[in-house]
């Protein structure tokens, strides 16, 4: 069968023919735009910063870029194997059906050279800086294996599809950490405590995992009131078939009030002067629930919540706060826990 008749068949039927993607079709899937979520591993850093009193030298500013520039190739090599695995379901979402890989035909081996160069590219960047921010970064990638590979392909699995993809927000954070953290050598034994310590504590983790759990549920109840239609929905992600309104609500105030729980835990043993964000903290995720109720919600996609203007200056002038906290000793705050403590 000859090209003309082919598209003389397809033509007949009404069936649109894909445009071969060119380069920036195979550019735009690694989705460089997102790099921007890499912002997660600054509060990592400030926090080992606090912690550690890293020296700021050329040495330093060299592990920043090269573990940022880790962090975004593997992002993106999960992105890839992202949107290739998931074009035939991407069709079905009213505003994912025009990305790249649903309006244009691409050549497989070219999909996983791509991936494959950028993984080992971020993995050999990552190796430049510690061997635990190499663990690190290899688990990124293989949560990227496991959220969209089959047999596993979390992001199926109702509510594990938001735990699984969520849990990339501790692993920039641990990222951030590990830059600026002492690169000790592999413990001797297990009772090497001050191998140990150089990890975050766990509280700040958990509390990061559940904080972008709350924000992943909100998006999937935007996207899910978008689409409308159940059924279609459940042909876009097979986890929306068993997912309701209801249920999404109630997984968004679980996440929630567990990163609460951890935060304060957090801020109690760790940093006490960050006491004095919680209230803000609170305003953050309510303001962002109330975004994320609306109709059409910006939060289906971080290349439109930016159009909420006043939303993203109180975000900037959150992290402004929180910075300066971590490096500003209250003493009265101090005292008042202690003497709060005597009644």
Not at 50 to 76: D, E, R, Y
Not at 118 to 142: D, P
Not at 228 to 245: C, H, I, M, N, W
């Amino acid at each position: 069968m000859n090209n003309q008749t082919l598209i003389n068949i397809t033509q007949k039927n009404d069936i649109p023919l894909k445009k071969t993607a060119v380069l920036k079709d195979y550019i735009a899937i690694a989705r460089p735009d997102n790099w921007v979520k890499n912002v997660f591993m600054f509060p990592g850093m400030l926090f080992a910063l606090s912690v550690f009193n890293t020296p700021l030298n050329i040495h330093l500013l060299l592990k920043i870029i090269l573990g940022l520039a880790s962090a975004c190739l593997i992002a993106s090599s999960n992105y890839v194997i992202n949107e290739y695995l998931d074009a035939d379901f991407d069709k079905f979402h009213p505003l994912k059906k025009k990305r790249s890989l649903v309006v244009h035909q691409v050549n497989p081996r070219l999909i996983y050279l791509e991936y494959t160069l950028m993984a080992l590219t971020g993995l050999f960047l990552a190796s430049l800086i510690s061997y635990k921010f190499t663990l690190l970064s290899a688990f990124f990638l293989f949560m990227g294996v496991i959220y969209n590979v089959r047999p596993f392909r979390s992001k199926e699995r109702v509510f594990l599809d938001v735990l699984t993809e969520s849990i990339n927000n501790p692993i920039r954070f641990c990222l951030g950490w590990f830059i600026f953290s002492p690169a000790l050598g592999i413990p001797d034994s297990k009772w090497d405590l001050n191998w140990i310590n150089t990890f975050p504590p766990a509280s700040i983790v958990i509390a990061y995992w559940m904080g972008g759990a709350f924000l992943m549920a909100t998006k999937r109840f935007a996207e899910y009131r978008v689409i409308g239609d159940p059924l279609v929905a459940g042909q876009y992600r097979r986890s929306f078939k068993f997912y309701t309104e209801n249920s999404l609500l109630v997984s968004m105030f679980f996440y929630a009030i567990t990163c609460a729980f951890f935060m304060g835990i957090f801020l109690i043993k760790d940093r006490i002067e960050l006491l004095l964000s919680f209230p803000f903290f609170a305003l953050l995720f309510s303001w962002y629930l109330r975004i994320g109720l609306l109709n059409d919600s910006p939060v289906q996609g971080s290349e439109k919540l930016h159009t909420r203007k006043w939303f993203m200056l109180y975000l900037f002038l959150f992290t402004t706060m929180l910075c300066m906290l971590m490096f500003i000793r209250i003493p009265w705050l101090y005292w008042f826990l202690k003497n709060a403590n005597n009644y």
